[in-house]
C-alpha cells in the first residue's frame, strides 16, 4: 500500500484500488508500529507509513500531541490542562505528552 500527501488528501494506492482521503475528513492519527491508523468519520485505514512521516508532511490543524498520535485541532472539544487529556467532538479521549503541553495552548489559541 502506497500513501503520498497530496494537496487535496491523503493519496492511498491499494493493489488496483487508488484513493484520496481529504483532509477535513480525517479526526486523529493513532500510530501502530510501522503502521498508521487513521480515523476518520465514517471509517479506520491502516496505511503503512510512519507517524513520523505524517508529523512533518501535515501542517495545521495537524498537530502531534503525544508520541503516539496525531489529532486535528478543529476537532476538539475540550482540553483538560491538569490531566492532559484532548476530549474530540467525536468522545475521542487522547493523552498529550507533557513537553507538548505549551505548544499545544499556543496552537489551540492560535486556531
Known amino acids: 500500500m502506497k500513501t503520498t500527501c497530496t494537496q487535496l488528501g491523503i493519496a492511498v ?6 484513493f484520496t482521503i481529504p483532509y477535513e475528513e480525517i479526526q486523529w492519527i493513532k500510530a501502530e508500529g510501522n503502521y498508521c491508523m487513521l ?10 507509513q510512519s507517524l513520523n512521516y505524517f508529523q512533518f508532511h501535515l501542517k ?7 508520541r503516539s498520535s496525531i489529532v486535528n485541532l ?3 472539544e475540550l482540553y483538560d490542562k491538569k ?3 484532548i476530549y474530540l467532538k467525536t468522545g475521542v479521549v487522547l493523552p498529550v505528552a507533557r513537553s507538548l503541553h505549551k505548544t499545544l495552548l499556543t496552537k489551540l ?3
Open 60 to 66: 495545521f490543524p495537524f498537530f502531534r500531541c503525544h
Open 83 to 85: 490531566n492532559k487529556k
Open 74 to 76: 478543529l476537532l476538539i
Open 39 to 48: 480515523f476518520t468519520k465514517t471509517s479506520r485505514i491502516l496505511i503503512r
Open 109 to 111: 489559541y492560535d486556531r
Open 13 to 18: 494506492e491499494d493493489g488496483r484500488k487508488y
